[in-house]
């Protein structure tokens, strides 16, 4: 037995006609007040044809026009129709009745049911036609509404903004653009405000904290001015209202995508969602901020972006070390990668004599590739992984000495068209820490938080300090560029490089704490190596700055390296280096009995790199001779492990060797790790009695029949850093 649904049942939106609740005008959804009306008329048309049968008093006729036309008023009064809307449905309807009375009180004959059938049809058309109408105008009034509305609002918002500069910065005559840029980031918007003729910018200067305290903003909000492009007026200024507290929290580090010193370096955001970049190749850099408003974090953001590039070397004058600390402890404690800084200088005769080698790269540069300036006419060397561009960070000027920092002077006033630039901090923007070279070429300014707002007035002179209140954490920085912009002190935070800002644990925390060691890995193949010529000039002091920054940065307390303070490979490679030079005695020669200064000579003290070049013809040969083995290692059905095939080929090669002998002979069978990676895998193997180690560094298999059971030989996949499935080479 069916079940009745209910009325209350019906689900809503499935009802029927039957179902559906009726309106007050006894319309429903499936029936247009077009149709209505045609129905009405239709009625009284069919009332006036049986007229002859039925006796029907002319009254009703007049009764039933009063009813339609009163029924058609009320309800496009509810529809809210235009008032000749109202009009013509009356004046139907009054049409179509009248008649109808007209052919009562007088017998309708032939010729008067004509007349009404054409009345009744004119009357239909025209009540269709007027719902059709109705609806678009009702539409058209609308918008017309809306955009009265709006108009309003624009009118309301151009006066407040005309007061309140009046109010504020006592300029009369300000008009505000109607359209406001609301950032995609939700944290703001841009007013374009255009004053009076005779006004600019600079009419605006110094009032951001009273227009950022009227516009209610919060602490890390506020207001900043920008002139534009070229193309705009003098007298047309963009307000930058940040609404939200942007400064608070951190930004992690983005990518470790590869980039280009050609590209601007990116360091943070700006309340409008976009990048805060810098164009170190072009223009240097000058940061002032007091002792922990984030120098060093942001020396070490500004880093990271550089050693992105292909195309870029950094060189460090850093007293403290803790700025170029995170880029080079990846490979000196772990093995990882190569160095991403390529010169660490953290003594004050380091940093004179990178300055002195810097300067002698400039000269030689500038004398070599001058025909390459002429062959590809343009004024400035290009920047390319063969020829890279240099950048000297160089944290606290103020901490190095005289010589260092009138090198560093001419370097400035040098260094543009030849790709070497400085970017300098100092904790004041006074002449003790910025000297007058840097004040005056150095375009790119970056602020962070002073104890006195007058040093960022000194560092931004045309303009200013920038509102105090900006700075509620470490890292926040208001920046421009008087070259490629923005040409304004504009607001920003710094992303950060450590994990201390964001909750232990969180993505964001374990990202940051492994960043720069995933930097090392992921980086360490684009670092290019510096130009022949350039290295040249830069002489001994370039080539054998390994074997003296080394000790520097990583000596035990003895004041001597040892090796439980470096990795295994790192120390291994740092035997075998001569003896270098000593900085003093590069800076200041002796003189000989004779009164000539003495000239210094040595081996080079290089930190190799995974290329071709440490396949030299002997270790080639060698690998020739192995070939059986390799090609049985990639042929074989299940592949041999790294440790399968690199005792296989120590025990090929006949006698104790070295890894770096069999390390090329493990690359063409398709490992595509560094060669420290296989030292590490070599010692491993030691451990386990699969190789015995000599005192020289050397390795040796043992005999198959020889091999102790002693644990499980790890297979691939305990090693992270296996034979890849690259080609062979």
């Known amino acids: ?80 129709s235009w008032r000749r809307v109202t009009v013509a449905r009356a004046s139907s309807w009054l049409a179509t009745t009248g008649w109808l009375s007209y052919a009562l009180a007088t017998r309708p004959t032939l010729l008067t049911m004509v007349i009404g059938v054409s009345t009744w049809g004119a009357g239909a058309a025209v009540n269709i036609g007027m719902d059709r109408w109705g609806e678009q105008t009702r539409t058209a009034e609308t918008e017309l509404h809306k955009r009265l509305a709006q108009g309003e609002e624009i009118e309301k918002a151009q006066a407040g903004w005309a007061k309140l500069l009046y109010d504020i910065c006592g300029i009369e005559g300000a008009v505000a653009d109607p359209i406001v840029d609301r950032w995609p980031s939700g944290a703001g918007e841009t007013v374009k405000i255009t004053l009076p ?21 919060p602490k890390g909000g506020g207001v900043a001015f920008s002139a534009g492009g070229t193309d705009i007026p003098r007298n047309v200024v963009f307000i930058a209202i ?88 990846p490979y000196l404690r772990h093995g990882i990668g190569v160095p991403l800084v390529d010169w660490p200088a953290t003594t004050p005769d380091e940093c004179e004599l990178l ?25 400035n ?48 923007a006074t002449r003790d820490f910025v000297t007058a070279s840097m004040d005056e070429l150095m375009p790119g300014r970056i602020g962070l938080r002073t104890n006195n707002a007058s040093e960022l007035s000194m560092l931004f002179p045309d303009h200013g300090a920038p509102d105090m209140a900006v700075f509620t954490d470490p890292g926040t920085v208001v920046y421009m560029s008087t070259t490629k912009g923005p040409f304004q002190p504009t607001p920003a935070k710094a992303y950060a490089t450590m994990p201390d800002p964001f909750p232990e644990g969180s993505p964001e925390w374990q990202r940051m704490v492994d960043l720069f060691m ?30 003296r920054v080394i000790p520097n940065l990583r000596a035990g307390p003895s004041g001597r390296m040892t090796a439980d303070r470096v990795h295994e490979s790192v120390w291994e490679l740092y035997q075998t280096w001569p003896t270098p030079v000593p900085a003093s005695a590069l800076l200041r020669p002796e003189i000989d009995e004779d009164g000539h200064q003495v000239s210094y000579s040595g081996e080079a003290a290089t930190i190799p790199r995974l290329s071709d070049e440490v396949f030299d013809d002997a270790a080639l040969e060698r690998a020739a001779a192995q070939d059986a083995a390799i090609e049985l290692a990639k042929t074989n059905i299940k592949p041999k492990s790294n440790d399968e095939l690199a005792v296989e080929l120590f025990a090929a090669h006949g006698h104790p060797a070295k890894p770096s002998e069999i390390y090329p002979l ?57 034979r890849g499935d690259a080609p062979r080479q």
């Open 518 to 547: 995933d930097a090392a890995r992921q980086l360490s193949p684009l670092r290019p190596s510096l130009d022949e010529v350039s290295a040249n000039a830069a002489g001994l002091a370039y080539e054998q700055r390994w074997a």
């Open 381 to 428: 060397l290009p920047a390319r992984p063969d020829l890279p561009a240099i950048l000297i960070r160089v944290d606290e000027t103020k901490s190095m000495s005289d010589a260092a920092a009138e090198g560093l002077d001419w370097i400035i006033e040098e260094g543009r068209s030849v790709n070497v630039r400085v970017m300098n901090t100092g904790l004041r």
């Open 355 to 379: 300055v002195n080698a810097a300067r002698a790269v400039i000269s030689a540069r500038k004398t070599y590739y001058a025909d390459l300036l002429e062959d590809e006419n343009v004024d």
């Open 666 to 722: 493990m690359v063409s069978a398709g490992y595509d790790k560094s060669d420290r990676t296989f030292r590490d895998l070599c010692s491993k193997l030691g451990l386990q009695n699969k190789l015995v180690r000599g005192d020289d560094g050397t390795y040796a298999a043992i005999g198959c029949d020889e091999v102790p059971h002693v644990g499980r030989v790890p297979g691939p996949e305990d090693d992270s850093h296996g």
């Open 1 to 80: 037995m069916t079940k009745t649904m209910k009325k209350s049942e019906v689900p809503a939106g499935m009802e029927t006609l039957s179902d559906k609740p009726k309106r007050w005008d006894f319309s429903r959804d499936a029936v247009t007040p077009g149709r209505l009306t045609a129905w009405g008329a239709e009625l009284a048309c069919a009332s006036a044809l049986v007229a002859p049968l039925a006796d029907i008093p002319w009254e009703a006729g007049t009764a039933a026009g009063i009813v339609c036309t009163g029924a058609a008023i009320v309800y496009e009064k509810a529809k809210g």
């Open 197 to 217: 003729a005779h006004l600019n910018i600079d009419a605006l200067r110094g009032y951001e904290p009273e227009l950022a305290g009227a516009l209610h903003l």
């Open 242 to 329: 940040t609404r939200k507290n942007l400064m608070s929290g951190a930004i992690p580090y983005p990518s470790l995508a590869p980039s280009t010193v050609n590209k601007p370096i990116g360091f943070g955001r700006i309340g409008n969602g976009t990048e805060a970049t810098l164009n170190l190749k072009d223009e240097g850099a000058l940061a002032v901020g007091a002792q922990g408003s984030g120098k060093t974090a942001l020396m070490k953001t500004v880093g990271l972006g550089y050693v992105r590039c292909d195309d870029g070397l950094l060189w460090d004058m850093d007293t403290s070390a803790k700025m170029s600390a995170p880029f080079i402890n």
